[in-house]
């Protein structure tokens, strides 16, 4: 297994190509920074990626809801999704990671598999990161500018309008669906930077031979390529592979979008997130995809609580028990407290995976040594000299 990572993650990283990325800071830098195309393109990039003034109204950017310090995913763990920039607008998801998110493939049905691979969202419906950057501008619950116009002329009005026309060229900004396709790719190439994938945690270090687990990370570690299958998902480097499935994960009751004015939720409280089964672009019957969405990366799981699709998880241990008693505790009727004596029902009934989690027999000890081990996957880590 050891040995097998390594490769991989050495594969990986020459795969990104990344010494020469801008941003890094500590290369010798031999070539003018400011004349190299791609570092032009990146530094474009991280303009449009935090620039506030790109909503209607003006105050929110990607970054609002994908901040580095809570490793790329909202900042604000208080709510289980993302508030828009209408402040009683709300979207219906838990903001997911941007980190590592570049190391999707594109999305596809795997005919081998006979499963629907990578993508970007929960259920994939962007089948790229360009594709996917194009969609927050014009979500009316996110940064809602009326059109792809409102976007492009805030940039064009922009104290960087002579940065975009350096990568894309003279003019550039005066052909709208040109250069909002260009706006994505900008954002697309930071986000492909290495600052986004650093595979900095304690946990690579291990790996790489260069820092020891705890005893109890240990055990964690053996729990998670054993006794508690998560492998079999969350496989490494990534601690994905990109498929979808349904853990039966319930409802959010405090979920904000069941608030939201009918125009956005005419359902209210009775919504029902279908994941992958309402993905638009799928080839074969949408009932056998309900309820499924992505197997999310786990690297800075720690830092990005609250956790699954509507955030109805709020520390890394309720996960676990989850997967660990889904199936031993009764549901929750209406008395009884959730993942105490009881779990409440899946919000998709069908296609649940009962094979792999549900009742994995761990003790409280083997819980708490699986939740070590998820917080030594936190980047940034610096091993002692
Ligand atoms: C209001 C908060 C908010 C804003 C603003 C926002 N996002 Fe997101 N982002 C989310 C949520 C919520 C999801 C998950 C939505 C879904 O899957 O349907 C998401 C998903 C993503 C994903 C997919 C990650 C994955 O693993 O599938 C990427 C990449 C991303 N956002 C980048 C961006 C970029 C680029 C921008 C700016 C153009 C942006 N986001 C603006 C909240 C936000
Ligand atoms: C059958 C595939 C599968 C297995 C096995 C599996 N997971 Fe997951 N995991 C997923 C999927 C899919 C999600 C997202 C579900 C959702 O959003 O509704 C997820 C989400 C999570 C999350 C929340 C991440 C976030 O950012 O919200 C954690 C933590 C997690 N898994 C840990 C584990 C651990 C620990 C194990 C082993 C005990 C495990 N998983 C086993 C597929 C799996």
Not at 77 to 86: A, D, F, R, T, W
Not at 154 to 159: E, P
Not at 324 to 329: K, Q
């Given at each position: 297994?050891?040995?097998k990572?390594i490769?991989?993650?050495?594969?990986f990283t020459?795969?990104l190509?990344?010494?020469?990325?801008?941003?890094?800071g500590?290369?010798?830098?031999?070539?003018e920074?400011d004349?190299?195309?791609?570092?032009?393109?990146?530094?474009?990039?991280?303009r449009?990626f935090?620039?506030?003034?790109?909503?209607?109204p003006?105050?929110?950017?990607?970054?609002s809801?994908?901040?580095?310090?809570?490793?790329?995913?909202?900042?604000d763990?208080?709510?289980?999704?993302?508030?828009?920039?209408?402040l009683?607008?709300f979207?219906?998801r838990?903001?997911?990671t941007v980190?590592?998110a570049?190391?999707?493939?594109?999305?596809?049905?795997?005919?081998?598999r006979q499963?629907y691979?990578g993508?970007?969202?929960?259920?994939?419906?962007?089948?790229?990161?360009?594709?996917?950057?194009?969609?927050?501008?014009l979500n009316?619950?996110?940064m809602?500018?009326?059109d792809?116009?409102?976007?492009?002329q805030?940039?064009?009005?922009?104290?960087y309008?002579?940065l975009?026309?350096?990568?894309?060229?003279?003019d550039?900004?005066?052909?709208?669906e040109?250069?909002f396709?260009q706006?994505a790719?900008?954002i697309?190439?930071?986000e492909?930077m290495?600052?986004f994938?650093?595979?900095?945690?304690?946990?690579?270090?291990v790996?790489k031979g260069e820092?020891?687990?705890?005893?109890?990370e240990r055990?964690g570690?053996?729990?998670f390529d054993?006794k508690?299958?998560?492998?079999v998902?969350?496989?490494?480097?990534l601690?994905?592979d990109?498929?979808?499935?349904n853990?039966?994960?319930?409802?959010?009751?405090?979920?904000?979008?069941?608030?939201?004015?009918?125009?956005f939720?005419?359902?209210g409280?009775?919504?029902?997130?279908w994941?992958?089964?309402a993905?638009p672009?799928?080839?074969?019957?949408?009932?056998?995809?309900?309820?499924?969405f992505?197997?999310?990366?786990?690297?800075?799981?720690?830092?990005t609580?609250?956790y699954?699709?509507?955030g109805?998880?709020?520390?890394?241990?309720?996960?676990?028990?989850?997967y660990?008693?889904?199936?031993?505790?009764p549901r929750?009727?209406?008395?009884?407290?959730?993942?105490?004596?009881c779990?409440?029902a899946?919000?998709?009934?069908?296609?649940?995976?009962?094979?792999?989690?549900?009742n994995?027999g761990?003790?409280?000890?083997e819980?708490?040594d699986?939740?070590a081990?998820?917080?030594?996957?936190?980047d940034?880590?610096?091993?002692?000299?």
């Open positions: 297994m050891a040995i990572f490769a991989t993650s050495i594969t020459t795969l190509g990344l010494a020469g990325c801008g941003g890094g500590s290369a010798p830098v031999e070539q920074p004349t190299d195309p791609l570092v032009l393109k990146q530094d474009l990039g991280k449009l935090s620039d506030t003034n790109l909503s209607t003006p105050g929110q950017s990607c970054a809801c994908h901040e580095a310090v809570t490793g790329f995913a909202d900042p763990s208080n709510l289980p999704v993302s508030q828009g920039v209408h009683d607008r979207g219906n838990n903001a997911p980190a590592y570049v190391q999707a493939p594109e999305f596809h049905f795997d005919q081998n499963k691979i993508g970007q969202f929960v259920d994939g419906r962007a089948a790229n990161l360009a594709e996917q950057a194009k969609q927050p501008f009316p619950l996110e809602a500018n009326p792809k116009f409102t976007v492009v805030k940039i064009r009005d922009s104290d309008a002579d975009f026309e350096q990568v894309y060229g003279v550039s900004l005066n052909d709208t040109t250069a396709d706006v790719d900008a697309a190439t930071f492909k290495e600052q994938s650093p595979f900095t945690s304690k946990f690579d270090f790996m820092e020891q687990f705890t005893e109890q055990r570690f053996q729990l054993g508690g299958q998560c492998f998902c969350h496989q490494f480097p601690s994905t990109h498929s979808y499935s853990l039966g994960v319930p409802k959010n009751p405090d979920n904000p979008f069941y608030t939201v004015a009918a125009e939720n005419p359902d409280s009775d919504f029902v997130d994941g992958l089964g993905n672009n799928l080839v074969t019957a949408a009932s056998l995809e309900n309820g499924k992505k197997v999310p990366t786990l690297r800075n799981v720690a830092i609580a609250p699954m699709h509507n109805v998880f709020k520390t890394l241990e309720e996960v676990v028990n989850f660990n008693t889904r199936d031993v505790l929750c009727g209406a008395t009884g407290t959730s993942g105490v004596d779990w409440p899946p919000e998709v009934a069908e296609n649940v995976d009962t094979e792999l989690l549900g994995l761990l003790t409280n000890e819980v708490a699986l939740v081990f998820l917080k030594t996957l936190t940034g880590y610096v091993p002692p000299q």
